[in-house]
Structures are given as C-alpha cells and as structure tokens.
C-alpha cells in the first residue's frame, strides 16, 4: 500500500516521503529517503535508514540531527509526530561522537572523540574520565580565540598532535591502574607517550613565544576569556560545535575539591599547568617575591620531571641514609671491640675549614676583603687570623641558625660571595664570605643554607644541595652570563635553563637574568627538597593564595547605573569592582544570597541577599548565561561533600546552572 | 629563707650523691668498667645545680618542693634503668656498658639568671610519646636462634632497623631541661620543668593540672620582653624551650600564664577579620553578629581547602623609620607571602607593591607603651623581629595602627599568614581540651550540641519577583541550608561520652562533620585528663565564659606537694633512695576539705599503669614497674625497648656469625 497516492498526489495512508542526509551535516552528502508515516517510531525510522544504506557498518553511534530545530532526535520510541517532525526537516545521520581538538591547561594538543549529544556537562564528564581527571565538574570546554590569520604565515611549526580518538575506554567505575598509568593508556606506545603527557609537566615555554603571547593589560582583557565558554547544558552540537573544532578544556570553577597527589596525577599537573600559565600570561598578578617562589618551583618541577622521578619522593627517609653508612661503621666496630667512642664517631659531624675572604661592612670602615682561616661546624662559623692560631679563641664565632643567607654570585666575573645575615641579641651582624671558585662556594653555601634551618652538614639533604647550587651556577653561565638581557632561543634550553621561561613577561623587562638567577635560586633553597607532586601542590596552593586568585571578570552594567563596572566571580562571592580604577567596591558573599533569577528576556540578572539587599544587573561582555551559569556552579560545588566521593548529582547541576531552554 | 636554702643545698648533695652512687654501682658491676664518663656527668650535674641554687632564691617552697618530686622521679628513672642495665649487662656486659654513654653525655646546662633557671638532667626515659618510628617495634621479633637460612637478609634487614631505631632513640636521649618560673595573673608564681620537646600545648595542659583553671581556649603562655617593651602569645605549636633559649642569660623577660581573648578570636569571630569592610563603618555593626552556622562555613572556607585564606587587609600604618623616632605613614598590604606597601606614587595593584617583610625569620609581638616610649602616634602598635633578637636594634621593625580593632586585625592576620592551617589545628586541640574540662565539670547537665538550627528565615526556590521565569529562581540556602543540616544531624548522632572515659577526645562545641579528623591527640588519655583533678573547675557551662581574672581559685597550696600531675610513687618505690626522703603520695586530704565537691575516685591502679593506647608491644625484657604515668608522658619506657632490642640484634648476628 506505502507509495499508492491518490490522485490529487497525497499517499493514500497518509505517508509520506522523508529524506535523511546520511553522515554529518554536510549538504552533499548521500541521502536516502524514506517513507514514512506520523506514526513512525524513531527507533523504526533508524532501522529502515541503515537497511537503506546497505552498507555493513557499526551504526550504533549514529543517531538522527533535526538541523533546522537543532536538535537531536534521541528518544527512540518517539514517533515523528511527537516530535513534530514533517517531509521538510532536513535531518542528518551521523554518528553522536565525534573527534575534536582539545587545547588541555598545559597547551597540548589532544585529539579525542566528544559527545556531540550529550549535555556538555556529560560530554566533559566522559572527556574527563577518559583523561583520568576526577571532579569533571570543576572543568568546562571554551571556544578557542579566532586567529588573527595575517600575522606571520612562514613560520607556525607543526606541533604533535595527540591521538585519543581510537581509545575504547569500557563503560563501568574507575579504569583500573596497570603499569601505573590507567589500564586504556597502556594499549600501545603512542597512548602511553599520552598519559606522560598528560601527567607529568611540560618543560618551560619559550621566552621568545612568552613574549609573542597575547597578554591581558586591562582588566577589560581579562573579561575577554569569559565570554567564550560554552554552555552546560546544551550538547556540543547544538552551539554549532563541528567535527575536528578546536576547543579549550580548562578548569573553570576555582574550588579544587580534595586534590589528592596519589590518585590525581593527571588532574593535579594539569591544574598546575594551568596555574603556571596564569601567572606567566600574567592573567593573575603577583608581586616580585611571589614570581620567584613560582619560579623556583618551576624549575623544581622541571628539574624533577626531566629527571623523571615521577611521583616518587626521593629516597626513602631522608635521615635515614646517612644513618646506614653509620650502622655499618657501628656494627664492625661493636663486633670487634667495646671501644666507648664509637657513638662519639657516628655522632660526629663533617666540617668545612678553608681559607676564606671575609669582610664584614660596618660604618667608616674602608677595609676590603681579608683573607681568614675559616672553620664551620655544626652550625657554627668560627673565624681565625690563621691556620696556626686555630686551636686558639676565634676572632669571632657565629651560630648560623636562623640567619639570612643571600648568594651574591657573577659567574662570568668569578665572583662567589655568601652574604650572610647573623642574628644575635644585639640585632642582626652582617658578613659576607668570598669564595674561590664554583666548587668551594657550593659547599660553603650548602652548609650555610643548612645551617640557617637549624641543620648540619650531617644532613642527609647536603650533598644534594651541594650538586643544586652547582647545577644553577652551571645554568648562570649557560643561561644569561654572556648576552645579557638577550633572552636566548629554545636552543639553550637543552644544556641549562633559561630564567626568562620561568617568569612573566614584565619581570624580563625588569631584570637581566643574572639578576633573576640568584633570586630564584635563593627562593629555590627552600623547596629543594620537595617531591614532584608536592612541589606542584605547593605551587597550587600558592597561586590559591594570590589575593585575586579565581576571579573571574564579566563586564556588566548594574541597574540604575550609568556607566558599565566589572563584576568579578570568585567561589565565595561576587566582586563589584571599578572599572576605570581596579578598585573593589562592593563584595557580596554566595553565603548571604538567598536567591538569584535570571530574567531572559532582558537580559538581566537579579540577586537577592540577606537583609533585603537586592542587586540587578545585565551582562555586557559574556552573555548572561555564563553568569548565572558561574553563580550556580559555585552553589553547586559549595554542596559538594567528602563522603559522597565522586558521585556526581548532574541534575542538581543543571538545574542550578540551566538556562531557561532547558526545561 | 637562708636556712632553707641550706636545707635544699642539702636535699641537692644527697641527691647528686644518689645519682653518683647509681652510676658507680653500673660501672662496677659492667665488667669492662674503663667508662670515662660518668665523671663528666657529674660535671654536669653540678654545673646545672650550681645554676639552679643561683635562682633558688627566687623560688618559693611549694615550687620547690614540686622541683624536688620532679627530680626525684628521675632518680628514680635512672634507679630502674640501672637495675635493668645490669640484668643486661650480666647477659652482655661490654655492649651495656658502650650505649650507656650518651645517656650521661648528653645533658646541656643552661641557665637563666632569676625569672628562669636551667637546670640539665640527664634524661633516662621519654616522656614523650615514642618517636613516629615506634610502631617498628610491633614486628615480631626475629625468633631467637638458630634461623633458617632463608631468612637470613630479612632478619639482616630487620635487625639493621633495629640499630637505626636505636640510634634515633639515643639521640633523643639527650634531653634538655629547663626549669620555667611561670607568672600568674594573681602575682603568684609557679616553676615547673619544662622538656625540650614539650610544646606551649604541654606547657599549658601541665599548667591546668596545676592550677586548676576553666581550662578555656584563652589561656596562654605570654612572653613579656621587659626591656624592648614587646609582648606575644605563644603559639600552642611552639617549642616552648627553643624560644626561651633565645633569651640572653640576665634577661628580665618572662614567661605569664593568663588569658587572651586575641589568641583565637578569629575561631570565634572569623567575620570580624574575614568580612570585615574597610572604612565603612556602617556595616560594622551587622558584621559582629553572625550565626554560628554561617561562622563554622566560613571558617571552612578559609582554613580547610587546599590552601589557607589570609584575611585581607590593606590600609594606613605608621611605620618607625629606622632607628629615628619618627613615624612614616604608609599604605600597607598583607599577603599570604608577606607585608607589602605602596611606594610613593604607585598603585596598589599587585605589580607595583614593594615587599616590605616576609614572615620566615620574624616573630609577631604587641608593642607595649609605644607612644611614650617611642614617640608612637598611637599605642596600638605591633613589632616584627626575628626572635633571636633582644635588644634595641634597627632591625625590629615598629608599626602602629590608628585603633585597637585595625591592630588586632593585623595581628591576627599575619598570624594566620605566618602559621597558617596550624593554627587552627592548635585551636582544635584547645578545644577538646577546653571540651573536656567543661564535660568533667557539668556532667550529665550540657547537652551534647543544640538542636539544628530551624529553618525559618529560609526562602524556597518557589519565591519569585514578579515578570520572572519562575525555573530560573533558585534558594541557594536551601541547598546550603541542607547540607549544613546534614552535617549537623551526623553531628548530633554521637554519643554522648560517659564519664569513665576520660580521654573522649572531641568538644561537644564542635560540630563539624565534614571537616577532616582532628589531628591525632597525641598524647595518651591519662595525661590530658587525670580525673582527679580537673573537676575542680567551676563556673563552666556550655560555653566558656572567662571568670573575672580574680575569680580564679587560688591554687590551694596543698601540703606538702603542689605537683598534681605527679603520680603515687610505686609501692616499691619508697626503699629505692635510701638517704633520701621522698615526698608523700599526692593526698587528697587539702581536696576534700575544700568546699568543692568531692573528686571522682583517683583513677583505678590497672588504669594508670596501662601502656599507652598506642598497644607498642614490648619486648621481653626483664620485667619491669611502669610507674611514672603522670605528664608528660606516655611514651612509656621506649628506652628500654631499645636497648633490649639492640641487644637481641647482637645476639642473633653473633649467632649467626658463629
């Protein structure tokens, strides 16, 4: 009967012709077409699309986009007039997953397949998983910035491309670990070469492309980033997403819940990419002091990452080691005779005693450098006219503990100087020691650096703070000794460091990066010794603790005001802040709302606080949507509790973040 | 006064004879007896008593005779440590004799003029707990010979565990002693014996003992530097005799036991330091009242996520300039990294502020009469020096705020800065503490916890403005709201603990489910509460409001011993010296005969000799008493684990070797 028409041309049951374009919504593509009814179940017209194409294919992935609704036609048991669907519905065939180009924090490429009809929030959750990124609700996909295509076609190196899109990960909780790494990333070199990218950090960026990169000036440019998130609670395709899109997975919500350095390798690197970044784009400030904290942790991280010492804490018990060598020591001498000064001997401590220059500036002194006898043990610094008269009373002995100590060192000019900084009841005494050569400094450094910690050379820590304090003198002279200010091209990069990839932009300007050398070191002596997870948690914390830390800035115009002000969103409160100045006028804390509506129609958020206290205002640089989808995310994530673990409430999450469309 | 000097002078030489006796008797009976140093020990026994009998004066009798009952208990210590030496050394006499060395070595002298004596004494057991390697000594012991040969590299590596666990403990062996003359805020003064790794928190749980306080979160130990006019609390965390040696020999500086409101007042009013709006006054008063429930959220907010909230603060201060008597105004910044200000003509932003301190090497103190002493605009200043430092130095660095409300900010804030989550884990422990002593006191009559909050006041996502798409309105308190509920329902569903559980470690006034476990007590339960004591404190309910300072029950001097915490000598203990007479177990009597209530029954003997909850498992070793369980202590008799330990180890490896 299907097909038999009458004659004014309608079928005679009310069928009707129904073309599908077969593939992704691209107009060329083959089409089939069907006949078909208002009756017709979804799940049926899927099967008669497949029959039709009569190819032997896995179809299961393929479901049917409604382009002119832009919507996907999921419910299977739906029929076509449910769904309101008639013969001029341009409907495409293709598969839900498709590849994107994911730009992760840490400025990789990654390659992977993406739900395109599930609600992003979903499409990031499974994204997440398959990265092994616990807590997907704290990231979100952005739009990556168009290109400005004139500039400089000649030279954009291909960069590697990482490939996930063949990746299986089977349904079920956690991937279970092998060989130390999620049991999908194991299957062939090219996804383990993966996994190491994904958890173990990236060397530091070029100076050169530092510079190239575009940086916020304003707080105006740092509200330009908002505007490019993408919405949670539509699907991929529905915000005209296509297949082979280059989009940013980047954590949006600034509330890492229970970051965990054994069971987050992937997520606690990537979050400490993301830091990085943000503090070397300059997108959160920092002041001189805090650059060099991060700084040195970078070159820690890095230091350690290349070393590959993945995760591990070094050794076993620091304390321990040195205490081995003793026990032997302890055992031949017990076993051989009773003698009372073994424990003397294992008790003692190595001691530095050299010829030293030292000079000490006191007012209306003129004297220079003096050449002393100089002996240093436990954590005393005792001084001597000469060699000869050591046994006798020093001219003057110092307890390092808790002093200052400040490397004052010009490698091309052969200087090693330890300025030290001696507290006493008195107040603080002043001297500066000059070494000879790299060797004999790093020694006298390391034991001062100790020393000042209330520690000996006994310590187990000294030889390796010895071989870092060579390590940077050898990255001075490689690094920025000879050109000076001229920072130097990703060829230097493989001997030493250069000191310009660690800092932001401006603090290049500022300094030459011999300067910059000495000040990171110093910063460097007191996270030397940190593990690779630690080092970048500390660096997390640090950037946490940055007074504009996870702000993120939206121009809006409040009601009843004239002119347009930045509203900055952090995890606890909203900021509303001068857009001229920079200076906070007003903070209103999540925990006094009791309310917020979003009107849709204008375009206008409305906030309602204890005490009355009403606040409205329409957005201007992100649409309103990214707003009220920030304000919820945060309420959201405040419910978040520990014994729950990873369980996600999705829909909790989309009803607080949803905008109107999707009820 | 003279006379009774000589009468101590005299308990002193019989003393050290006593000791000197101990220590002859071990040389003599080690057959291998060439041991050079116990002469030196004694050497230092003088030289630590000399010091002390230059402060004597000082002392009262009760003090005293608290001293004399800690030393005594030493000698007792040392008196079984012999005993046990020697069944050693009958079994290996050369090895004994070798690792008894450090014992007496190790004592350092110090001593500090009139407010603080240092007296050493070679310390023979821990009275802290084990250090954290201790749980080692729960391995099986390797099995005594002969050994399968299989075993032999686990047995190599266990027994080289062994040794390296032995050789910490001889380290810690060298325990230093300060005795602390502690001021009270009734004039009156106490001195008790502080360790060297006895934190401000032991300090102050031996002090409550002592005194018989409320045991509230504002006591603290206070440091008063006399000359440069800085004062500060010490921080619960502190190693009490590491600042104390930072002090000059005749310093006038002293140590105070009272309380300060400032110590944890952020704990108890965050949103005067965390929401506190500057230069609008008019918010102040809305600022100070705050429900408990929205305090404890933003307590979490600030000091349980990855990394602690600095208040922040900016404003106006006055800065003394170097060494002059002239005062800068500045505009100053506080960051988790440090004190900022804005040099002239700059910004505040973040790329322009110069650093002006970092927390690293100072300490934080209140300046006391600045504006007379200093020429201050204000008295409300706060100092930052390194604590080495002791006298007028230009580097201590003066600031002085326009009130009392900006100074305590500031204060506290560079606090948090500087300590950070600590902090509040010190403030969590007081708490229990605090908990505890109330728990004891108002048994049965306190309610664990308030009911939850009702939820009144709370709108429903149902509430909307007019001309508003009715989905899109959300009660964020109502999810708060119900989150917090939850926490707080878990909360009420503890039990509440009985009283023969002295040790229950958690405040009813705590409810915070979801925050992580309080740190670990770390000390056994008998030491934080010994029951006979601490119901003595009244005035308590729920709460813990501050009894006017005079209110404080004068430490009724007890006759003879004001030393609670010591406990009744073993029943063996009384032949041990024989010269020497030991201070009677702790009455009761001056208790009873007080108007308060009578105490609970002293803790039953099997309780006090109880091993540390810990469960170390002992070796065997030759039987021994465990007496000694007052504070501080705990760690029991480590000592003599390791020895015995070290001691098999030898003997298996001969075993083997042979």
């Given at each position: 009967?299907a097909?038999?028409k009458t004659?004014t041309?309608?079928?005679?049951d009310?069928?009707?012709?129904?073309?599908?374009?077969?593939?992704e919504?691209?107009?060329?593509?083959e089409?089939?077409?069907l006949?078909?009814?208002?009756?017709?179940?979804?799940?049926g017209?899927l099967?008669?699309?497949v029959?039709?194409?009569?190819?032997?294919?896995d179809?299961?992935?393929?479901?049917?986009?409604?382009?002119?609704?832009?919507?996907?036609?999921l419910?299977?048991?739906w029929?076509?007039?449910?769904?309101?669907?008639l013969?001029d519905?341009?409907?495409?065939?293709?598969?839900?997953?498709?590849p994107?180009?994911l730009?992760?924090?840490?400025?990789?490429a990654?390659r992977?397949r993406?739900?395109?009809?599930?609600?992003l929030?979903?499409?990031v959750?499974?994204?997440?998983?398959?990265?092994?990124?616990?807590?997907p609700?704290?990231?979100?996909?952005?739009?990556?910035p168009?290109?400005?295509e004139k500039?400089?076609?000649e030279?954009e190196?291909?960069?590697?491309?990482?490939?996930l899109?063949?990746?299986v990960?089977?349904g079920?909780v956690?991937?279970?670990?092998?060989?130390?790494?999620?049991?999908?990333?194991?299957?062939?070199a090219?996804?383990?070469?993966?996994?190491?990218?994904?958890?173990r950090p990236q060397?530091?960026?070029?100076?050169l492309?530092l510079?190239?990169?575009p940086?916020?000036?304003?707080l105006?440019?740092?509200?330009?980033?908002h505007?490019r998130?993408?919405d949670?609670?539509?699907?991929?395709m529905q915000?005209g997403?296509?297949?082979?899109?280059m989009?940013?997975?980047?954590f949006k919500?600034y509330?890492f819940?229970?970051l965990?350095?054994k069971?987050?390798?992937?997520?606690?690197?990537?979050?400490?990419?993301?830091?990085r970044?943000?503090?070397?784009?300059e997108?959160?400030?920092?002041?001189?002091?805090e650059m060099?904290v991060?700084?040195?942790l970078?070159?820690?991280?890095?230091k350690l990452s290349?070393?590959?010492?993945?995760?591990e804490?070094?050794?076993?018990?620091?304390g321990?080691?040195?205490?081995?060598a003793?026990?032997n020591?302890?055992?031949v001498k017990?076993e051989?005779?009773a003698?009372t000064?073994?424990?003397?001997?294992?008790?003692t401590?190595p001691?530095?005693?050299?010829?030293?220059?030292?000079?000490?500036?006191?007012?209306?002194?003129?004297?220079?450098?003096?050449?002393?006898?100089v002996?240093?043990?436990e954590?005393?610094?005792?001084?001597?006219?000469?060699q000869d008269?050591a046994p006798?009373?020093?001219?003057?002995?110092l307890n390092l503990k808790g002093?200052?100590?400040?490397?004052?060192?010009?490698?091309?000019g052969q200087k090693?100087c330890i300025?030290?900084l001696?507290p006493?009841?008195?107040?603080?005494?002043?001297?500066?020691?000059?070494?000879?050569?790299?060797?004999?400094?790093?020694h006298?450094m390391?034991?001062c650096?100790?020393?000042s910690?209330?520690?000996t050379?006994?310590?187990?820590?000294?030889?390796?703070?010895v071989?870092?304090i060579l390590?940077?003198?050898s990255?001075?002279?490689?690094?920025?000794?000879?050109?000076?200010n001229?920072?130097?091209g990703p060829?230097?990069?493989?001997?030493?460091?250069?000191?310009?990839?660690?800092?932001?932009?401006?603090?290049q300007r500022k300094?030459?990066a011999?300067q910059?050398?000495?000040?990171?070191?110093?910063?460097?002596?007191?996270?030397a010794?940190?593990?690779?997870?630690e080092?970048?948690?500390r660096?997390i914390?640090?950037?946490q603790s940055?007074?504009?830390?996870?702000i993120?800035?939206v121009?809006?115009r409040?009601?009843?005001?004239?002119?347009d002000?930045i509203?900055?969103?952090?995890n606890?409160?909203?900021?509303r802040?001068d857009?001229?100045?920079?200076d906070?006028?007003k903070?209103?804390?999540?925990s006094?709302m009791?309310q917020?509506?979003?009107?849709?129609?204008?375009?206008?958020?409305?906030?309602?606080?204890?005490?009355?206290?009403?606040?409205?205002f329409?957005?201007?640089?992100?649409?309103?949507?990214?707003?009220?989808?920030?304000?919820?995310?945060?309420?959201?994530l405040?419910t978040?509790?520990?014994a729950?673990?990873?369980?996600?409430?999705?829909?909790?999450?989309?009803?607080?973040?949803g905008?109107?469309?999707?009820? | 006064m003279?006379?009774?000097?000589?009468?101590?002078?005299?308990m002193?030489?019989?003393?050290l004879g006593?000791?000197?006796?101990l220590?002859?008797?071990l040389?003599?009976?080690?057959?291998?007896?060439p041991?050079p140093?116990?002469?030196?020990?004694?050497?230092?026994?003088s030289?630590?008593?000399?010091?002390?009998?230059?402060?004597?004066?000082?002392?009262?009798?009760?003090d005293?005779?608290?001293l004399m009952?800690?030393?005594v208990?030493?000698?007792?210590?040392?008196?079984?440590?012999?005993i046990?030496?020697?069944?050693?050394?009958?079994?290996?006499q050369h090895?004994?004799?070798?690792?008894?060395?450090?014992?007496?070595?190790?004592?350092?002298?110090?001593?500090?003029?009139?407010?603080?004596t240092?007296v050493?004494?070679?310390q023979?057991?821990d009275?802290?707990?084990?250090?954290?390697a201790d749980?080692m000594l729960d391995l099986?012991l390797?099995p005594?010979p002969?050994?399968?040969?299989?075993?032999?590299e686990?047995?190599?590596?266990?027994k080289?565990d062994?040794i390296?666990?032995a050789?910490?403990?001889?380290?810690e062996?060298?325990v230093?002693k300060?005795v602390?003359?502690?001021?009270m805020?009734?004039?009156?003064?106490?001195?008790?014996?502080v360790?060297e790794r006895?934190?401000?928190?032991?300090?102050?749980?031996?002090l409550?003992?002592?005194?018989?306080c409320?045991?509230?979160?504002d006591w603290?130990?206070?440091?008063?530097?006399t000359?440069l006019?800085?004062?500060r609390i010490?921080?619960?965390h502190e190693?009490?005799?590491e600042?104390?040696s930072?002090w000059?020999?005749?310093?006038e500086?002293?140590?105070?036991?009272?309380e300060?409101?400032?110590?944890y007042?952020?704990?108890?009013?965050?949103q005067?330091?965390?929401?506190?709006?500057?230069?609008?006054?008019?918010?102040?008063?809305?600022?100070?009242?705050?429900?408990?429930?929205n305090?404890?959220?933003?307590?979490?907010e600030?000091?349980?996520?990855?990394?602690?909230?600095?208040p922040?603060?900016?404003?106006?201060?006055?800065l003394?300039?170097?060494?002059k008597?002239s005062w800068?105004?500045?505009?100053?910044?506080?960051?988790?990294?440090?004190?900022?200000y804005?040099?002239?003509?700059?910004?505040?932003?973040?790329?322009?502020l110069?650093?002006f301190?970092q927390?690293?090497?100072?300490?934080?103190?209140?300046?006391?009469?600045?504006?007379?002493?200093y020429?201050?605009?204000?008295?409300?200043?706060?100092?930052?020096?390194?604590?080495?430092?002791?006298?007028?130095?230009?580097?201590?660095?003066?600031l002085?705020?326009?009130?009392?409300?900006?100074?305590?900010q500031?204060?506290?804030?560079i606090?948090?800065?500087k300590?950070?989550k600590?902090?509040?884990?010190?403030?969590?422990?007081?708490?229990?503490r605090?908990?505890l002593?109330?728990?004891?006191?108002n048994?049965?009559?306190?309610?664990?916890a308030?009911?939850?909050p009702?939820?009144?006041?709370?709108?429903?996502?149902?509430?909307?403005?007019n001309g508003?798409?009715?989905?899109?309105?959300?009660?964020v308190?109502a999810?708060?709201?119900?989150a917090?509920?939850?926490?707080?329902?878990?909360?009420?569903?503890?039990?509440?603990?009985g009283?023969?559980?002295?040790?229950?470690?958690?405040?009813?006034?705590?409810?915070?489910?979801?925050?992580?476990p309080?740190?670990?007590?770390r000390?056994?339960?008998?030491?934080c509460?010994?029951?006979a004591?601490v119901?003595?404190?009244?005035?308590?309910s729920?709460?813990?409001?501050a009894?006017?300072?005079?209110s404080l029950p004068?430490?009724?001097p007890?006759?003879?011993l004001?030393?609670?915490?010591?406990?009744p000598?073993?029943p063996?203990?009384?032949?041990?010296?024989?010269?020497?007479?030991?201070p009677?177990p702790?009455?009761?009597?001056?208790a009873?005969?007080?108007?308060l209530?009578p105490?609970?029954?002293?803790?039953?003997?099997?309780?006090a000799?109880?091993?540390?909850?810990?469960?170390?498992k002992?070796a065997?070793?030759p039987?021994?008493?465990k007496?000694n369980?007052?504070?501080?202590s705990?760690g029991?008799?480590?000592e003599?684990d390791f020895?015995?330990?070290?001691m098999?180890?030898?003997?298996k490896?001969?075993?083997?070797?042979s």
């Amino acid at each position: 009967m299907a097909g038999m028409k009458t004659a004014t041309g309608d079928y005679i049951d009310s069928s009707w012709e129904l073309r599908v374009f077969v593939g992704e919504d691209d107009p060329e593509a083959e089409s089939v077409t069907l006949r078909v009814t208002g009756e017709s179940h979804i799940g049926g017209v899927l099967l008669k699309i497949v029959e039709e194409i009569k190819r032997k294919q896995d179809w299961s992935d393929h479901a049917i986009w409604w382009e002119q609704k832009r919507q996907w036609l999921l419910q299977t048991h739906w029929t076509l007039d449910k769904y309101g669907l008639l013969a001029d519905a341009r409907l495409f065939f293709g598969p839900q997953h498709r590849p994107i180009i994911l730009r992760l924090p840490n400025r990789r490429a990654l390659r992977l397949r993406a739900s395109f009809s599930q609600p992003l929030f979903q499409a990031v959750a499974s994204i997440c998983r398959l990265l092994s990124i616990r807590h997907p609700e704290e990231l979100s996909l952005l739009r990556a910035p168009e290109k400005k295509e004139k500039k400089k076609k000649e030279k954009e190196p291909e960069e590697e491309l990482f490939d996930l899109t063949k990746v299986v990960l089977a349904g079920g909780v956690a991937p279970a670990l092998f060989r130390g790494m999620p049991a999908h990333f194991s299957d062939s070199a090219q996804t383990e070469a993966c996994y190491h990218m994904l958890s173990r950090p990236q060397p530091p960026p070029d100076p050169l492309l530092l510079q190239r990169l575009p940086r916020p000036s304003s707080l105006l440019d740092k509200t330009q980033l908002h505007s490019r998130w993408l919405d949670s609670s539509r699907c991929l395709m529905q915000q005209g997403i296509k297949a082979g899109d280059m989009l940013w997975l980047r954590f949006k919500y600034y509330s890492f819940f229970d970051l965990d350095p054994k069971t987050d390798p992937v997520r606690l690197t990537q979050l400490y990419e993301q830091a990085r970044w943000d503090l070397l784009l300059e997108e959160t400030d920092c002041t001189e002091e805090e650059m060099m904290v991060f700084a040195a942790l970078q070159y820690h991280i890095n230091k350690l990452s290349q070393s590959g010492e993945a995760g591990e804490p070094t050794g076993t018990d620091p304390g321990l080691d040195d205490l081995d060598a003793a026990l032997n020591n302890l055992e031949v001498k017990l076993e051989g005779s009773a003698s009372t000064d073994v424990l003397d001997n294992l008790t003692t401590i190595p001691e530095l005693k050299d010829h030293l220059r030292i000079f000490r500036p006191r007012k209306l002194t003129l004297k220079g450098y003096r050449q002393h006898w100089v002996v240093f043990k436990e954590t005393n610094l005792s001084y001597y006219k000469s060699q000869d008269e050591a046994p006798g009373d020093p001219i003057q002995q110092l307890n390092l503990k808790g002093c200052e100590v400040v490397p004052d060192v010009n490698v091309s000019g052969q200087k090693f100087c330890i300025k030290l900084l001696v507290p006493s009841p008195e107040g603080m005494s002043e001297i500066h020691l000059r070494c000879q050569d790299e060797n004999q400094y790093a020694h006298w450094m390391a034991g001062c650096r100790l020393a000042s910690k209330g520690r000996t050379m006994a310590d187990s820590s000294y030889a390796s703070e010895v071989q870092a304090i060579l390590a940077f003198l050898s990255l001075q002279r490689t690094g920025g000794g000879g050109s000076g200010n001229h920072p130097q091209g990703p060829d230097a990069s493989a001997e030493g460091l250069n000191p310009y990839g660690l800092v932001a932009p401006r603090f290049q300007r500022k300094f030459k990066a011999k300067q910059l050398t000495p000040r990171i070191l110093e910063a460097h002596q007191n996270v030397a010794q940190l593990s690779l997870s630690e080092a970048q948690l500390r660096f997390i914390q640090a950037w946490q603790s940055l007074p504009d830390f996870g702000i993120s800035y939206v121009v809006v115009r409040f009601k009843g005001s004239r002119k347009d002000e930045i509203l900055g969103i952090a995890n606890n409160r909203l900021i509303r802040i001068d857009l001229a100045v920079g200076d906070v006028v007003k903070t209103w804390r999540f925990s006094n709302m009791r309310q917020w509506n979003v009107n849709w129609d204008i375009r206008q958020v409305a906030i309602e606080f204890d005490e009355h206290i009403n606040v409205a205002f329409s957005c201007v640089s992100a649409s309103c949507r990214i707003v009220h989808e920030y304000i919820g995310g945060y309420i959201f994530l405040s419910t978040r509790e520990r014994a729950r673990g990873e369980e996600l409430d999705e829909d909790l999450f989309l009803q607080l973040t949803g905008g109107h469309e999707a009820f | 006064m003279g006379e009774s000097n000589e009468d101590i002078d005299q308990m002193f030489s019989n003393l050290l004879g006593e000791m000197d006796l101990l220590t002859q008797s071990l040389g003599v009976d080690t057959l291998p007896p060439p041991d050079p140093k116990p002469p030196r020990a004694e050497f230092n026994y003088s030289v630590g008593f000399k010091d002390l009998n230059e402060s004597l004066n000082a002392l009262e009798d009760q003090d005293l005779d608290a001293l004399m009952a800690d030393l005594v208990a030493d000698i007792s210590e040392a008196e079984q440590r012999t005993i046990q030496a020697q069944k050693e050394s009958s079994q290996n006499q050369h090895h004994a004799a070798s690792l008894e060395v450090p014992d007496f070595s190790g004592a350092v002298a110090l001593g500090y003029g009139a407010n603080v004596t240092a007296v050493s004494v070679s310390q023979y057991e821990d009275d802290l707990p084990p250090p954290p390697a201790d749980p080692m000594l729960d391995l099986p012991l390797p099995p005594p010979p002969p050994e399968p040969l299989s075993q032999e590299e686990e047995a190599a590596q266990a027994k080289a565990d062994k040794i390296k666990l032995a050789l910490e403990k001889l380290k810690e062996a060298k325990v230093k002693k300060l005795v602390v003359k502690v001021h009270m805020n009734d004039n009156s003064t106490k001195s008790l014996m502080v360790d060297e790794r006895q934190l401000a928190r032991d300090v102050l749980d031996n002090l409550f003992e002592k005194t018989h306080c409320d045991c509230n979160v504002d006591w603290c130990l206070y440091e008063i530097y006399t000359e440069l006019q800085i004062e500060r609390i010490f921080e619960d965390h502190e190693n009490v005799v590491e600042v104390l040696s930072d002090w000059t020999r005749d310093t006038e500086n002293k140590v105070l036991f009272l309380e300060k409101e400032e110590k944890y007042a952020v704990f108890k009013n965050p949103q005067n330091f965390y929401l506190d709006n500057k230069g609008k006054k008019e918010g102040k008063e809305t600022n100070e009242k705050m429900n408990a429930k929205n305090k404890e959220s933003l307590l979490e907010e600030s000091f349980c996520g990855t990394s602690i909230i600095v208040p922040e603060l900016e404003g106006a201060l006055y800065l003394k300039e170097d060494g002059k008597k002239s005062w800068k105004r500045r505009y100053f910044l506080l960051r988790a990294s440090g004190i900022y200000y804005v040099p002239k003509g700059k910004t505040k932003t973040s790329r322009d502020l110069a650093c002006f301190i970092q927390f690293e090497n100072v300490n934080i103190y209140y300046g006391i009469q600045c504006k007379m002493k200093y020429k201050a605009p204000t008295d409300y200043c706060f100092v930052l020096k390194h604590p080495q430092i002791q006298k007028e130095s230009q580097y201590i660095k003066y600031l002085c705020c326009d009130d009392a409300r900006t100074l305590n900010q500031w204060v506290m804030g560079i606090r948090i800065a500087k300590y950070g989550k600590t902090l509040y884990d010190n403030y969590q422990r007081a708490m229990e503490r605090a908990g505890l002593a109330s728990r004891w006191s108002n048994l049965g009559t306190v309610n664990a916890a308030p009911p939850a909050p009702s939820s009144t006041g709370l709108k429903t996502g149902t509430t909307q403005a007019n001309g508003q798409i009715p989905q899109a309105a959300h009660s964020v308190s109502a999810v708060l709201e119900e989150a917090q509920r939850h926490a707080e329902t878990t909360q009420d569903k503890r039990p509440v603990l009985g009283n023969h559980h002295p040790g229950a470690p958690r405040a009813p006034q705590l409810p915070k489910s979801s925050l992580p476990p309080p740190p670990p007590v770390r000390r056994s339960s008998d030491v934080c509460g010994s029951p006979a004591t601490v119901p003595r404190a009244k005035g308590l309910s729920g709460g813990f409001p501050a009894p006017p300072d005079d209110s404080l029950p004068p430490p009724p001097p007890p006759p003879p011993l004001d030393d609670e915490d010591l406990p009744p000598p073993p029943p063996d203990f009384n032949d041990a010296p024989p010269d020497f007479v030991p201070p009677p177990p702790p009455s009761f009597a001056g208790a009873a005969g007080s108007p308060l209530p009578p105490p609970p029954p002293p803790p039953p003997a099997p309780e006090a000799a109880k091993p540390p909850p810990a469960g170390v498992k002992r070796a065997p070793v030759p039987p021994k008493r465990k007496e000694n369980p007052g504070p501080p202590s705990g760690g029991g008799s480590g000592e003599q684990d390791f020895m015995s330990d070290l001691m098999k180890a030898l003997q298996k490896k001969r075993g083997n070797m042979s």
